[in-house]
Antibody
Framework: EVQLVESGGGLVQPGGSLRLSCAAS????????LNWVRQAPGKGLEWVSH????????YYADSVKGRFTISRDNAKNSLFLQMDSLRAEDTALYYC?????????????WGQGTPVTVSS | QSVLTQPPSASGTPGQRVTISCSGS????????VNWYQQLPGTAPKLLIY???QRPSGVPDRFSGSKSGTSASLAISGLQSEDEADYYCAAWDDSLKGWVFGGGTKLTVL
């Protein structure tokens, strides 16, 4: 059974940092592209970042570019999101989402999300 | 302001057919496949339609998708109360180099 389990969320002050993790199981982790997608309270889905199978190709939304860093450890079946210089507008539930083998079916599996609150 | 445009709300009565539209541009829907997601209250999104009109296993055939040019649509036939949810469209955007979502459509079953 495919599982994605996020962790690392919490309350942080503006300007602070957090590192999110997504532990994967039930599939060959290195064979799939991955994404972080967030959802602010009461709002819609917003794509955050994308990483290729090997980690060599990475993309970011303009809203997080220069502040967030996506990475993966294929040996440990884990995806990460290092979030620095956090702002109030980064407050959201953060999901990791797998891309299907066709490279276009983004979100064929999602985690349950980890909440991030940026507030003083 | 979302890159893909969806109506904020839609509604129908049990048994009816409803459609939800998703409008984009040449760099996203015009060039790449469209996915649709269903998000029930308090849960993670679920892939409902991929590659414009393909259903993952387990998704009822009451749900169907189509695409024409820079627009796509999701149709739900035989509407049921459990279909009440938020629905999102998404596609890869070649210009932005990222995934873009619609703002979401809240479906109410009257």
């Amino acid at each position: 059974e495919v599982q994605l389990v996020e962790s690392g969320g919490g309350l942080v002050q503006p300007g602070g940092s957090l590192r999110l993790s997504c532990a994967a199981s039930g599939f060959t982790f290195s064979s799939y592209e991955l994404n972080w997608v967030r959802q602010a309270p009461g709002k819609g889905l917003e794509w955050v970042s994308h990483i290729s199978r090997s980690g060599s190709t990475i993309y970011y939304a303009d809203s997080v570019k220069g502040r967030f860093t996506i990475s993966r450890d294929n040996a440990k079946n884990s995806l990460f999101l290092q979030m620095d210089s956090l702002r109030a507008e980064d407050t959201a539930l953060y999901y990791c989402a797998r891309v299907g083998r066709d490279d276009y079916s983004m979100g064929d599996y999602w985690g349950q999300g980890t909440p991030v609150t940026v507030s003083s | 302001q979302s890159v893909l445009t969806q109506p904020p709300s839609a509604s129908g009565t049990p048994g009816q057919r409803v459609t939800i539209s998703c409008s984009g541009s040449n760099s996203n829907i015009g060039s790449n496949p469209v996915n649709w997601y269903q998000q029930l209250p308090g849960t993670a999104p679920k892939l409902l339609i991929y590659s414009n009109n393909q259903r993952p296993s387990g998704v009822p055939d009451r749900f169907s998708g189509s695409k024409s040019g820079t627009s796509a649509s999701l149709a739900i036939s035989g509407l049921q109360s459990e279909d009440e949810a938020d629905y999102y469209c998404a596609a890869w955007d070649d210009s932005l180099k990222g995934w873009v979502f619609g703002g979401g459509t809240k479906l109410t079953v009257l």
